[in-house]
């Protein structure tokens, strides 16, 4: 892992060097990234105890792109994060938790620190070769295979499924993978793609079509994910000035002692003149559960086939410029069932100045407990992001 990232700087040194010697040659080497700091306050309330934890998080993510010729693009990222506060410390496994879930196949990451209170950990979260030619594009390598079409909800994202509570991950999980795509129209296009694996059981391999049709964009995919054969479909378009999107897959398991499964989902959006936007979504996860406590939220086994713990969800948000600088937005999912789950997820975003932001976002579960109706969770989050 550190031979990989030695290797990545020394390629982005060499080629900024070679990029400023001449100002003739158009620019091939483009660096960019961010720093950012996550103060967290987390409030856990059992029938127990009631506990308030502090935590905090410092991130910095570099984007390196070399674009070696008119048909051969390499990028690779490295995301760098500082863990402190009382989570790291009352967790003698943190470490070895978010180490467990940063790679793919590929062991591409390393802890550099761990200690009492401090985890410190690196790794490599793009690194891929892309090969551009007409209508074929050909990468290579770990990268993010998105094919989903829905903004809260991604059935179709069999690759690196994603979960709506982890905000502040705006790349989004990658996959050390193969993708071949040709574009057979404007707005059309077939491919195929596959991870990386060492036995059969690990498979995850699609095709996928897509085409424009009366204003529409839609995908049919097929393959197969692990134990399990996969159908999928989605689309996206308008009815007059509401925008509709719909994604659903199918999951026929090849295990006999392993039932099938489906996941679906449905939203509309609308924005005003004034740039109010609305939004509102439908899943259903055959998965699913109607009693689990909403604290799974955080925790469960996050796939394109259970992309949420319950059976039925109920999504709305609504953000509202108050000026060119600030941004509100309140987005709410309702579960119904026993557990009536309900996460509640405030934001507010304030630009700074150039390069710098401001974000306010809490995150609110309730669900029923007996006869009372509790809040196990609760969190709020205070971010400063410095792009450059």
Known sequence: MKKIISILFLIACVCHTQAQETEEKPQRFFVSGYVKTLQTAIAFHTPFFDTLFTDNLLHNRINTRWDINEKWIFRGDLRTRIFYGELVKQNPQYAEQVEATANDFFDLSTVLIDRDAIVMHSMIDRFYLEYLNGNWEIR?????????????????DIFNAFSFTDFDYEERPGSDALRVRYFTGFASSVEFAIKAFDNWDEVVAAGLVKWNKWNYDFQVMAGIVERDLVLGTGWAGNIKEVGLKGEASYFHSLVD???????GTLSLDYSLKKGTFFSAGF???SNGASSTDVGELFSFDLSAKNLYPYQFALFTQVS?????????GLALIYSPGQSNALFINPTLTYSMAANWDLNLTGQLSFNQAGAEYVSPVQAVFLRVKYSF
């Not at 998105?146 to 991604?154: A, E, P, Q």
């Not at 002692?257 to 996941?263: A, I, L, Q, Y």
């Not at 108050?322 to 509100?328: I, Q, R, T, Y």
Request: aromatic letters at 14%.
């Open 140 to 156: 290579l390598g770990r990268q993010r295979v998105n094919w989903g079409i829905n903004t809260v909800w991604n059935p179709n």
């Open 320 to 328: 509202q410029p108050f000026s060119p600088l600030l941004n509100g």
């Open 283 to 285: 899943l259903y996860n």
């Open 257 to 263: 002692t392993v039932e099938h499964s489906f996941t």
